[in-house]
């Protein structure tokens, strides 16, 4: 692993105590600053007012099923890993109005249900999650047909990055080259730097926006030093991936692998809860629903984040397409690592851990890439196939 | 993403459960342009929207015609409107049959059931111009004769010198005189030169597993035959994820594909 670059742009100095000035100066421009902060016994990220809302001092314990909160023995305001929410919620709204309808003697009118998006400035955002935004840019914005909505919520969204320094159990970025540096697609990316006494944060201006807002803030030139500290930082969290995925070449793995018997095997243990696809940060799969006055003058139609697990997804004719457990794991998988590449030039998976922390049994991605990569090509027999159609 | 309101002109019932509507542009431009296998999304007031197959005739933008068989929620309910009521539409969405690169050559067209409502269109446009192609030929399957479509028009294309009509059905009653069995087992015996023919099949997802199986036993080569393919669908541009059939989205990528490009993930099950 080759020591991450701090030197394309010229880098800046932001003191600890100096910090607050960053919150001033966006909500002086008008920016509302969503960022991270704990609530309920996890990192989340949520509308903040001052910088004492930030997890100062927390990091987290995560593994396969499992998220813990613990004291760190710094002052770090970003030292914790990726936790349950992801930015994709401020973009592509969980729940959003398309439109809505009115019935006036017999005239129809239907008038778009989106109100002004929201001026919202991300604090905190990861290296895997830019990637992440920009895989969602690629569903709503670069196909033939654009999502107004996410449109204009991404284009007036400013984005401060804080590269990561202490990856979590599940984190593997580096396998999926997404991380753990930022490294492009922000206004504003920090690198948090506690070390001998010092605690600073190196400050890279990646848009004229950010430039000009870091301008307000500090005009203290990174030194040589400061740049050298950063970049430890980082490489140290590259080298502290809580898990791996051989990722080269994974794409044909899984479409020759449509009937490897480990589909069966991680279907014993899927509860098919759903909760991958909610807490990922590139999923986008959604359901309408449609709501009526009493009167039944006014309906209004609603989407809704959904998932590929649920059995409605697949319902046509009466029956779901992809009935079992079996086939929406596998959908789900298969979307992330192969067919996304297919739809949209690019892996469907970020390599965050997100899936693996929040799945109730611990299903693992990384472990079930590397179980039918270790097993390429075998298949059940056709006695076991037989067995498995049985009721 | 907002639909435009359609007046309901006529509602015609054409069998036991599916009927066809007539709807034309409550404002804006009166005509409407799609291509043959274009679908648009229908939503019935307060109830719902659901993918419905264009089914008239692209040569007239007036009307716009979908032949629906009621199924469900909104099915139902679209069955209960009236001259006038307000429907919202949005479309056309998707992939058409190509019948332009099929002139020249003969056509035949195989539909099970419903199936034959998005093919509808692909014969009338053949049909405005049928001295540009070869032998066309419709082979139909029901499961009962009381379930064929567009009965009286069957009829008067069969009459044509220049249209060969073949309906098949699962289950004979007294007093069908005509084929009984799978639409399949049409194929073998019906006109065409396998080497020098384009097929349009739609129906039911096992139905276009065996046709397309038996076509190429005839010797239709795979780039020759196209399918329409049915998922569930909720917003018709790529958003919903819903519609995915493997690597595709049938609502952007379909519904209509060549039946190579699809084949692996057609002959897979639960994709
Ligand atoms: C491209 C395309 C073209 C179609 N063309 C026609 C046509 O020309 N004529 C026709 O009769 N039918 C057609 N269908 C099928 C038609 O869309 C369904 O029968 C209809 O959505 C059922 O709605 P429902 O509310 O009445 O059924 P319900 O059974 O009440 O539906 C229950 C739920 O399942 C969903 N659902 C059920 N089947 C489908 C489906 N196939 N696609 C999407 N959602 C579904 C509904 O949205 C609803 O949420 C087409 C489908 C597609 C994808
Ligand atoms: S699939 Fe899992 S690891 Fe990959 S981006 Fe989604 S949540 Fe993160
Ligand atoms: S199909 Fe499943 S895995 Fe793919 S984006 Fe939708 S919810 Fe996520
Ligand atoms: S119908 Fe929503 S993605 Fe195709």
Known sequence: ?391 | MAPDPFYVRRLKPETDDTFTLALQPADGPSKFNFEPGQFNMVYVFGVGEIPISISGDPGDSKLLFHTTREVGLVTRAMRQLKPNDLVGLRGPFGTFWPVEDAEGKDVVIVAGGIGLAPLRPALYRILSRRDRYGRVVLLYGTRTPADILYRHELEQWRSRFDLEVYATVDRAMSGWRGNVGVVTTLIPRAPFDPRNTVAYVCGPEVMMRFTTQELQKRGVNKDAIFISMERNMKCAVGFCGRCQFGPTFVCKDGPVFRFDKVEDWLMKWEI
């Open chain 1, 1 to 391: 692993m080759s020591m991450p670059m701090f030197s394309l742009t010229e880098c800046f100095i932001l003191s600890q105590k100096s910090f607050p000035r960053l919150f001033e100066v966006l909500q002086a421009k008008g920016y509302q600053v969503i960022g991270p902060t704990v609530r309920d016994g996890a990192v989340v990220y949520e509308q903040l007012s001052s910088v004492d809302e930030l997890p100062c001092g927390w990091q987290d314990d995560q593994g396969g099923g499992t998220y813990r909160l613990k004291r760190r023995a710094d002052n770090a305001l970003f030292g914790y890993g990726v936790g349950p929410h992801s930015w994709k919620k401020l973009l592509h709204l969980p729940a959003y109005c398309l439109w809505s309808a009115q019935t006036e003697n017999g005239k129809l009118q239907i008038a778009p249900g989106d109100g002004p998006a929201p001026k919202l400035a991300f604090l905190g955002v990861r290296s895997c999650e830019l990637h992440a935004l920009a895989i969602q840019d690629k569903v709503f914005l670069r196909g033939k047909y654009v999502d107004p909505a996410y449109r204009q919520r991404r284009e007036n969204a400013l984005i401060v990055a804080v590269n990561c320094a202490q990856p979590s159990g599940t984190c593997f970025c580096v396998s999926m080259n997404t991380g753990p540096k930022a490294s492009f697609s922000f206004d504003l990316a920090l690198t948090e730097v506690i070390e001998s006494g010092q605690h600073f944060f190196l400050v890279e201006t990646g848009s004229p926006q950010g430039a000009e807002l870091l301008g307000q803030i500090t005009e203290q030139k990174a030194t040589q030093k400061d740049k050298d500290a950063a970049a430890r930082v980082v490489a140290n969290a590259a080298a502290h991936m809580g898990r791996t995925m051989e990722s080269a070449g994974i794409k044909d793995l899984l479409y020759r692998n449509y009937d490897h018997p480990r589909w069966e095997d991680v279907a014993a243990r899927c509860l098919s809860c759903a909760n991958c696809t909610m807490v990922c940060p590139t999923c986008f799969c959604t359901t309408v629903e449609d709501a009526t006055d009493l009167a039944g003058k006014q309906a209004s139609r609603w989407r809704k984040w959904d998932s590929c697990f649920t059995m409605d997804f697949s319902f046509i004719h009466g029956s779901s397409v992809r009935a079992s457990t079996k086939s929406r794991y596998r959908q789900w998988m298969t979307h992330k690592l192969a067919t996304w590449f297919d739809q949209f030039g690019t892996s469907g998976c970020v390599g965050c851990g997100r899936c693996i922390s929040w799945c109730p049994v611990g299903i693992d991605i990384t472990e079930e890439a590397r179980v039918i990569r270790q097993n390429d090509g075998i298949t059940l027999t056709k006695e076991q196939v037989h067995e498995n159609q049985k009721p």
